[in-house]
């Protein structure tokens, strides 16, 4: 079963983004999905644009891309902050994160 048949969710368009708030800098997820996320200089872990820059504004989010998109979940579920969410563009709803049902 794929990551996106175990959330219900095949098919449809993810972005993720990543509460700083929460972010204890461990870097798990830019390990898992470098081309996803990457720690600044301020020690906290952001998401990526598609041209690389780092999304330094609260909430700003990235579309997940399919072929990442079993990193990115794996990044979720290794955060030790439960700082990254993952949730369809369409009604933004959580499918993988603290706040998912």
Do not use: N
Not at 85 to 95: F, L, M, W
Request: with cysteine.
């Amino acid at each position: 079963m794929s990551v996106q048949q175990e959330a219900g969710v095949e098919g449809e368009a993810l972005e993720v983004w990543i509460d700083q708030d929460l972010c204890t800098g461990d870097g798990i997820c830019a390990q898992y999905a470098p081309e996803v996320f990457e720690l600044d200089i301020d020690g906290l872990a952001y998401v990526k644009g598609a041209d690389d820059e780092l999304l330094q504004s609260p909430g700003a989010a990235t579309p997940v891309p399919l072929p990442l998109l079993t990193d990115v979940v794996d990044s979720v579920k290794e955060c030790p902050g439960e700082c990254i969410h993952v949730r369809r563009i369409s009604d933004r709803a959580e499918v993988f994160g603290p706040d998912a049902e």
